[in-house]
């Protein structure tokens, strides 16, 4: 089966599979969608990132490569990464220094695809008559089966995951969401096997070193939401 995004994969495993709405608070889970974004352009190849001695930049940035990128929204957040460490360019596209709500726009595109694709329904409602609410109820489970059995095998068997999964999990990881994935496994247990898949060998250097600065991005980025609410409520 050819692999999907990760920021495809990630958003139908933070998705509820019956209520359809995401298991991770909005801040989370717009920097976890800026970061997937990132690591499938890296992945791509349209993102690297740099290393000491390099001629142009200075080493830890992330730089775009002459590749095309098609989505326009993905070709966005290629630009806003240019030259910027990976936690600048999360802040930028899914955290609190974004103006613009581009990781939202990216997500909501991403999940009109796996509507069109009859992976999800839309369903759309109000609270209080007033509110609008959105969720997007899982309705081919099998598509979903394939990414979270994949994840389980890394995380719960000990299977060794390729690349592509070990990036899928350092970014669950970051968001802590793989406790709430498998709520019959002991929650340390599931932590400590989501850091040590994210912190092993595996893939390109370059790109697992882009996926772990990535990780540490979002996780700066949900510290300094929490950091920020809590100040404006003290």
Known sequence: MTPRPLTVEFLLLALGDDSGRPLVDSTKLKAAVAGAA??????????RLTEP???????????????????????????LSHNRKPKDAVGRI?????????AGGLKDAVLDDLVAEGVLTHKQGKV????PTNAWPLARPEVEREILDRVRAAVVTGTEPDART???????????????????????ALRARGKAVADAEWG????????QDVQTAITAAIVASSVAATSATG
Request: aromatic share 6%; charged share 25%.
């Open 94 to 102: 899914g955290g609190m220094s974004a103006w613009k709500d581009r």
């Open 128 to 131: 209080l008559g007033l509110f």
């Open 53 to 79: 001695g390099d001629p142009q930049f200075k080493a830890g940035r992330l730089v775009r490569t002459t590749q095309t990128v098609e989505d326009p929204r993905l070709a966005e957040v290629a630009e």
């Open 204 to 211: 390109a250097e370059a790109v697992r070193k882009a996926v």
């Open 166 to 188: 070990s990036a899928l999990v350092a970014l669950l990881h970051a968001v802590d969401l793989l406790p709430k994935l498998f709520p019959d496994q002991p929650k340390r």
């Open 38 to 47: 990132i690591v499938d352009l890296t992945f791509d190849g349209a993102l």
